[in-house]
């Protein structure tokens, strides 16, 4: 008989867990012609390395990504220390994600919903989170003192080579202090209403002084069956303290190696749903149908609104996953059009484009 001792001594070992996945995309755009006589383009998408550490009740979550030199290159997704001071209250440290919204994303697809593209979707920012899950609430409170910092200057720009949108230019997202809180009710339907904030500073290099920016949101998800909805409605406004002159009706985000500029002031809807289908295909377990749709109205009259919408089916066959896509967007900088104000102005010219994409990934 094994003495008791010896279950105490192997339960505290550290552990470690190490992951990743490979990603190829195949690429077909209404809007790029070369690309369409080609009969689209075929190439590397990304590699990512993922960490899981843990020792007692301190842990570790990191992600690592690899992008090609034209996406930004390579950097963490997230990265993170954590302290459980039991089931069900955390204390996160690091590169955290930011508690708003749907958690983890508000969408099904590939591309996500057009709330990533303005720093609303799966957000990671530096500083600490506290998270507290029970059967009735979630609910979650954080203090972000400032997003990714590679420079560690004040009067330097921030990199656009990041994951997720933050504000780049001569601003800079500081202090910012999120709240987020899910009533999750239902037996048979599994249903979560919840309600985000944040609310932090902007600081602007060339006046060096504080402007401010806020967001609210309430988000509804429905687990029904096979079937998920979710939805989210949210309001956004940053009151930049730019030098004289200098518009404050729009501000610049950037991630994946290149900036754009967006409205300062905005409102946006999303719905999503899906459908999964189990099935037994030779290697093919499941499938999952869906359409993420979004919304984003720009309170400057003289600006054109924002839409995105995405068809697609997920394909899961063992690690392996296969979303495909027909994205389709209205002054969407990623979906045809002028990269570099769609989000902002926009274009009342402008056509609806889309992508037809298939991304293959292994995960691992």
């Known amino acids: 008989m094994t003495p008791m001792w010896c279950f105490s001594q192997e ?10 996945a490979l990603r190829f995309n195949y690429v077909y755009s209404s809007w790029k012609e070369e690309q369409k006589t080609r009969g689209g383009e075929l190439g590397y998408d990304m590699f990512r390395i993922n960490a899981k550490a843990s020792y007692k009740n301190i842990f570790l979550n990191a992600e690592y990504r690899f992008y090609s030199d034209a996406f930004g290159g390579s950097f963490l997704k997230q990265g993170w220390v954590g302290y459980r001071f039991n089931e069900k209250n955390e204390l996160h440290a690091g590169l955290v994600y930011v508690p708003f919204g749907i958690k983890q994303y508000n969408s099904h697809n ?3 919903n057009i709330t990533y593209y303005v720093g609303l979707e799966d957000d990671h920012d530096m500083g600490l989170k506290y998270v507290h899950t029970d059967d009735d609430w979630e609910y979650a409170f954080a203090f972000l003192k400032n997003a990714e910092e590679l420079n560690f200057g004040g009067d330097v720009e921030n990199s656009s080579s990041r994951y997720s949108y933050d504000v780049v230019g001569r601003n800079k997202e500081t202090n910012q202090f999120n709240g987020k809180v899910v009533r999750k009710f239902g037996n048979e339907a599994a249903q979560r209403l919840g309600f985000s904030g944040q609310y932090g500073s902007l600081y602007n290099i060339d006046t060096d002084k504080n402007g401010s920016h ?3 949101a309430v988000h509804y998800e429905l687990d029904y069956k096979n079937w998920n909805l ?21 501000i610049m985000k950037g991630a994946y190696g290149t900036p754009y500029a967006i409205a300062s002031d905005f409102t946006m809807y999303t719905a999503a749903i899906s459908k999964k289908i189990e099935v037994n295909w030779g290697p093919i377990s499941q499938i999952e149908l869906y359409n993420d749709f979004g919304y984003m109205q720009k309170k400057e009259k003289e600006f054109t609104d924002s839409f995105q919408n995405v068809t697609g089916v997920l394909v899961t066959a063992g690690g392996v996953y296969t ?7 209205y002054n969407h900088s990623w979906l045809g059009g002028n990269f570099v104000d769609d989000f902002a102005v926009g274009n009342p010219d402008a056509k609806w484009e889309a992508r037809f994409n298939i991304n293959v990934g292994y995960y691992f």
């Open 11 to 20: 339960e505290e070992k550290p552990k470690l867990e190490l992951g990743g």
């Open 110 to 112: 590939w591309f996500f």
């Open 214 to 216: 806020y967001a609210l």
């Open 230 to 250: 979710k939805a989210e409605a949210i309001t956004v406004s940053h009151s930049p303290e730019n030098k004289l002159g200098e518009s404050n009706k729009t």
């Open 323 to 329: 979303y495909i896509d027909y994205a389709a967007g």
